[in-house]
């Protein structure tokens, strides 16, 4: 409500006159209020409003529960948007709806401190919604005070998720409507709903006695928090004189006579102190958990650059998702890595991973690496016909293509590129894991291009597999492949060994 | 000691490093393995993970957490990013340190999950209301991704103000070896956060400033700071620049691409250099004027229709002709693509 002259002039007289504030004080307030100018003993708050009375509630609350150094304040978009002005507490001020999700990071970094989230009904139950349910669901230590009084109050009187059937507003003109606007929001109700919540209730600030049961709401929320126990709520039906047009006297009337029955009075849920699980997760030290370790200390086949190292050596694996195409890609990259190369592993990803068609990039060089997309792959290592018909003309000249096949389709001539066609999966199915494959292509590639040590492969696999059965696969696999090379003849078909 | 790592997870190991202990997100394709890795490792050093509602919450956690006095990052990719923007806002306008990474993909809209450069305009621009700025870090490689990580948090709180990564599909996912040394790094005494203690009962953290003269002035206090990081934290990287005839102007997974049409070019005899911002807010407007005094050419190269672009004619400032070539969508230029560009602009000099 705006200070006319005629008040102002009369506040500066009490001013001049030394006023002193006779009434008692919560400690928990400040000894003056900068908000409204010279008259610092007033807040912002129209005459009537509730929001005095919940602020001096919670002010005295905490006073008496010792909480006061410890409680952080959090403010929303409203009418108590200001409220770091009143309490000497900590204050944090946040978007509008988003308190409970601000107070949840605040908690999670100080779990000691005592933190309020004060929020009126546009605010709780209309764009922050979401942040309420979740933070309630989760069963933050926090303390929810919701102030409902059925209008937006800062912003003129529109309609609040809470204004009540036939109610007229600024943006319910014609009163609300259930078939235009839905129907009055209870949160109380619903946030009791949830597993979580410890403490639930609703209070109303109509009258003295309905006051004083608010005061108990209060503390034994705050008292919640302050033992650890959980999330706690109290929705506080209070009166908005400016907004609905009534004097406060006919307003708190307004409360107790058309608010209640819409919204009753109850404590909604008091859980005595139910243990959640807890479960201690291990701790580490931060270099093993980021993997650091010290030159000297690395059990792992390290190897100087040998001279089969071309300068560089850019490889697409292609074929289905499953057939292990993403690991043989990496396990080029980290053997490169083994053996001093700069690497890079670029992968497809997304929904392809899931099903159909995967590939990679990798890059082995001698120098920093640019570009880690290979669009012209000296080795197309093609694991399925797809992949091959995909790739095959992307290859370099005079670059090499491993088929998971015995032969080539029989349409496509590939005479750019030298093509060694090996039934990989055939060779691991028989050594007891067709998974095997991606393995047994591996050894191929070493033995037909010595760009990296199969003792580098051999390391890797060691240090990657922790599975006993699965490591001796691998790496039979891994020799399988080889060993087919070894036995093909430069024309690329088989001398079948007897 | 060099360990093989995916660019987002290198993210997590650098903010670990800096002392990081509170990650609030949301998954979204191509950055979940941020997530995935925070919710892994933060907890085993003693740290916070949190998977909020949604990006909207996440960085309403980020600005408690930070107003408590924590180091606090999130991550997402555009679509998230878009949420998050009203949060970005209220920290910068109440000076809140953060880290916010953006693994850049198509859009708009839903677009797609395959890497693009798009968010360049709503990242280093801005994007929230107000007048802010945020400080931006382009890495491109996965060691730059932990690097940067660290002087994101180092810069967020020499300036009080949100630092975003912005990285890019690519540069998310991919893998290449990660050189991690052990080392403190001091985090910052913050004696204005709201901690719940007798100290910070005083303290109030808001962007609230009714009075048009109170905001002025807390604006005029916010554009002091980015003059001060204009003019300090401008970085960059160049390469064959001295003799260049045409400048090829690029960052993160472009960047890359650059380097290896540049590489390719000289191998040719042709005159190409390469520039690259590290910093995109602070830009490098100097650095680029210094590469860019010989040239008679620049091309820009992104995985856009243009937005870097703009900053780079706003620092030449029409003396040479800028041009630009882009792919979007999430198809990357290929070196090939850029060569056959560098040439027809030599072409077009002879």
């Known amino acids: 409500m705006a200070i006319d002259s005629k008040t102002s002039a009369k506040a500066l007289e009490i001013l001049a006159a030394g006023y002193q504030v006779s009434h008692s004080k919560s400690p928990a307030f400040y000894d003056t209020y900068e908000r409204k100018g010279d008259c610092k003993h007033q807040t912002h708050y129209c005459p009537g409003c509730g929001h005095g009375v919940a602020h001096k509630l919670i002010a005295e609350a905490l006073a008496d529960l010792g909480l006061q150094d410890k409680t952080i304040f959090v403010s929303p978009v409203g009418c108590s948007v200001f409220a770091y002005y009143y309490f000497d507490v900590g204050n944090v001020q946040l978007a509008h709806g988003r308190a409970p999700a601000g107070a949840t990071g605040i908690k999670r970094t100080c779990p000691e401190a005592i933190v309020i989230s004060y929020q009126g009904d546009g605010d709780l139950a209309a764009i922050g919604t979401a942040e309420i349910i979740h933070a309630a669901n989760r069963g933050e230590k926090i303390t929810v005070f919701f102030v409902n ?61 309905n006051i004083m049961k608010a005061r108990k709401a209060v503390r034994r929320a705050l008292e919640v928090q302050r033992d650890g126990i959980g999330f706690s709520f109290v929705e506080i039906l209070s009166p908005c004189p400016t907004i609905w047009a009534k004097d406060p006297v006919q307003a708190r009337k307004w409360v107790a006579e058309k608010m209640i029955p819409e919204y009753p009075l109850a404590v909604f849920k008091d859980k005595a102190h139910e243990a959640i699980e807890n479960r201690a997760i291990p701790q580490r030290s931060v270099q093993d958990v980021l993997e650091i370790r010290a030159k000297d200390d690395v059990p792992l086949t390290e190897l100087p650059k040998h001279s089969h190292h071309a300068e560089d050596l850019r490889i697409k694996v292609a074929g289905f998702g499953g057939q292990g195409v993403l690991l043989l890609g990496q396990l080029l990259t980290e053997m490169g890595m083994r053996e001093g190369l700069e690497v890079s592993w670029l992968p497809s990803y997304g929904p392809e991973m899931r099903s159909g068609s995967a590939n990679c990039h990798v890059c082995l060089s001698q120098r920093r690496i640019g570009t880690p997309l290979v669009t012209r792959p000296d080795v197309l290592i093609a694991m399925n016909e797809p992949s091959l018909r995909k790739f095959a003309a992307q290859v370099a000249p005079g670059g090499l293509i491993l088929y998971n096949q015995e032969h080539l389709p029989q349409d496509l001539h590939l005479p750019h590129a030298r093509v060694l066609c090996i039934p990989a999966s055939e060779i691991a199915d028989k050594l007891g894991s067709s998974k095997a494959a991606n393995m047994v292509l591996l050894g191929a590639l070493l033995e037909a291009t010595h760009c990296l040590l199969p003792a580098t492969a051999e390391g890797v696999l060691t240090t990657k597999i922790k599975k006993a059965d699965m490591l001796t696969w691998n790496c039979a696999a891994l020799r399988a492949g080889r060993e087919f090379m070894d036995n093909l003849t430069p024309d690329g078909t088989i001398t079948r060994a007897h | ?313 706003l620092t030449i400032e029409g003396r040479i002709p800028v041009d630009f070539y882009g792919r979007t969508g999430g198809n990357a230029p290929s070196v090939e693509e850029v060569y056959s560009q560098v040439m027809q602009h030599l072409m077009a000099m002879a």
Not at chain 1, 180 to 208: C, Q
Not at chain 2, 73 to 100: D, K
Not at chain 2, 129 to 154: I, K, W
């Open chain 2, 1 to 313: 000691m060099r360990q093989l790592c995916k660019g987002n997870v290198a993210i997590v190991k650098g903010a670990i490093l800096a002392g990081c202990r509170s990650y609030y997100g949301y998954p979204i394709t191509p950055a979940s393995e941020i997530a995935e890795a925070a919710a892994l490792l933060m907890p085993q050093v003693g740290g916070t993970f949190l998977q909020a509602e949604s990006e909207v919450a996440a960085i309403n956690m980020v600005y408690g957490a930070a107003a408590a006095g924590a180091r606090v990052m999130t991550a997402s990719s555009g679509p998230g990013l878009s949420l998050m923007q009203e949060g970005i806002s209220y920290c910068a306008g109440a000076e809140l340190p953060c880290v916010i990474v953006d693994i850049m993909r198509g859009g708009p809209g839903l677009g797609n999950i395959a890497p693009e450069q798009s968010d360049y305009f709503s990242m280093v621009k801005g994007g929230g209301h107000g007048c802010y700025r945020n400080l931006v870090l382009a890495p491109a490689s996965v060691q730059e991704m932990a690097d940067l990580t660290v002087l994101a948090f180092e810069l967020a709180d020499r300036y009080r103000n949100p630092t975003i990564l912005l990285a890019d599909g690519f540069v998310g996912q991919m893998m290449e070896p990660l050189d991690l040394e052990y080392r403190e790094i001091p985090i910052p005494e913050r004696p204005w956060a709201v901690k719940g203690t007798p100290e910070t009962r005083k303290n109030v953290v808001n962007s609230i400033f009714l009075e048009p003269d109170d905001l002025e002035a807390h604006i005029r206090k916010l554009e002091a700071k980015y003059i001060r990081a204009s003019q300090i934290e401008c970085r960059s990287e160049t390469f064959h620049t001295e003799d260049a005839e045409v400048l090829l102007v690029g960052y993160g997974i472009a960047s890359r691409v650059l380097h290896s049409a540049v590489e390719r070019a000289r191998r040719d005899g042709l005159r190409a250099g390469f520039f690259r911002p590290i910093t995109l807010w602070p830009f490098p407007k100097q650095a680029l004027l210094d590469a860019a005094q010989n040239v008679s050419r620049i091309l820009v190269v992104e995985l856009s229709n243009g937005q870097m672009v703009e900053d780079v004619r």
């Open chain 1, 149 to 209: 009084n059925a209008v937006y109050g800062m912003t003129g009187g529109q309609m609040a998720p809470t204004t009540m059937l036939g109610q007229k507003t600024t943006t319910s003109p014609w009163g609300r409507r259930a078939s235009n606007e839905g129907f009055p929001l209870h949160m109380a109700e619903l946030i009791a709903t949830l597993e979580a919540p410890v403490y639930v209730e609703r209070v109303a600030l109509s009258d003295n006695k």
